[in-house]
Nanobody, 118 residues
Framework: VQLVESGGGLVQAGGSLRLSCATS????????MGWYRQAPGKERELVAA???????YYADSVKGRFTISRDNVKNTLYLQMNSLKPEDTAMYYC?????????????WGQGTQVTVSS
C-alpha cells in the first residue's frame, strides 16, 4: 500500500487546514486508517483514526476540532482541522492497516508539515 499526504502548510492560530491521504496499491488489505503527528522532540501520537465500518477515534487534544473521514470511491483519507492551535504544529503522517489498534505496524506515508503560528 502506498500513501501520499498533502494539504499541510502554514496557518495562523484559529485557522483551518484539510489534509488528504491518497492510497494506492493493495488497498483491499486496508481496514483502518489514521493520522499520526510528531512534533520535534516528542513521540509520534495518534491523532484520529477511522475503521472500515466508520468507527472513529480522536485524541482528547483534538476532539471537537478535527474530523477524520474517508472516501472509499476516491481511496482517500481526510483530516479536517479547525480552530488550529500552535501546539498542533507537527509533521502529520497517514497510516493504514488492518485495525486501529495496530496502525503503527501498517503502511505509512512520508508526512506533511503543519505549522500554526500564534
Amino acid at each position: 500500500v502506498q500513501l501520499v499526504e498533502s494539504g499541510g502548510g502554514l496557518v495562523q492560530a484559529g485557522g483551518s487546514l484539510r489534509l488528504s491521504c491518497a492510497t494506492s496499491g493493495s488497498i483491499f488489505s486496508i481496514n483502518a486508517m489514521g493520522w499520526y503527528r510528531q512534533a520535534p522532540g516528542k513521540e509520534r501520537e495518534l491523532v484520529a483514526a477511522i475503521s472500515s465500518c466508520g468507527s472513529t477515534y480522536y485524541a482528547d487534544s483534538v476532539k471537537g476540532r478535527f474530523t477524520i473521514s474517508r472516501d472509499n470511491v476516491k481511496n482517500t483519507l481526510y483530516l479536517q482541522m479547525n480552530s488550529l492551535k500552535p501546539e498542533d504544529t507537527a509533521m502529520y503522517y497517514c497510516a493504514a492497516g488492518l485495525f486501529i489498534a495496530t496502525l503503527r505496524s501498517g503502511s505509512w506515508g512520508q508526512g506533511t508539515q503543519v505549522t500554526v503560528s500564534s
